[in-house]
C-alpha cells in the first residue's frame, strides 16, 4: 500500500510559478512511475506529466517547455515544478505512482492517487 499526500496549490495569475509537491509513503520502494494529472471542471482527466523509474520523461503537449517532474528517493516526494502558468492551467492536479513487486516471473502492479490540488490560474 502507498499513500500520496500533495501540497503547493493555490491561487497565482496569470504568467506566475507554482511548485506541487507529493509526499508518498508505505511500501514506496515498490514504486515505479509517477505521474502528474489533471482535471478541469466539466473534463476528463489528462496526463500532465509522467517520470519512469528509469528516467523517461513525458509531457503533454499544452505544457511541454513550462512543466517539469521530477523525483527525490531520499525523500519519497514527487514535484512539478509549472512556470509561465495560463488560466487553461486551472484544475485539480493529482499525483499518481505505479508501484511495481514480486518475481521477474510474476510482478504485482497496483496504482495509487493522491487527493488533488486545487490550481488556479487567474488571468
Known amino acids: 500500500q502507498v499513500t500520496l499526500v500533495e501540497s503547493g496549490g493555490g491561487l497565482v495569475q496569470a504568467g506566475e510559478s507554482l511548485t506541487l509537491s507529493c509526499e508518498a509513503s508505505?511500501?514506496?520502494?515498490?514504486?515505479?512511475?509517477v505521474a502528474w494529472y489533471r482535471q478541469a471542471p466539466g473534463s476528463s482527466r489528462e496526463l500532465v506529466a509522467r517520470?519512469?523509474?528509469?528516467?523517461?520523461?513525458n509531457y503533454a503537449n499544452s505544457v511541454k517547455g513550462r512543466f517539469t517532474i521530477s523525483r527525490n528517493y531520499a525523500k519519497n516526494t514527487v514535484s512539478l515544478r509549472m512556470n509561465s502558468l495560463k488560466p487553461e492551467d486551472t484544475a485539480v492536479y493529482y499525483c499518481?505512482?505505479?508501484?511495481?513487486?514480486?518475481?521477474?516471473?510474476?510482478?504485482?502492479?497496483?496504482?495509487?492517487w493522491g487527493q488533488g490540488t486545487q490550481v488556479t490560474v487567474s488571468s
Open positions: 499518481y505512482v505505479l508501484a511495481r513487486w514480486g518475481p521477474v516471473e510474476r510482478t504485482y502492479e497496483a496504482e495509487y
Open positions: 508505505g511500501r514506496t520502494r515498490s514504486i515505479d512511475t
Open positions: 517520470l519512469t523509474d528509469g528516467g523517461s520523461t
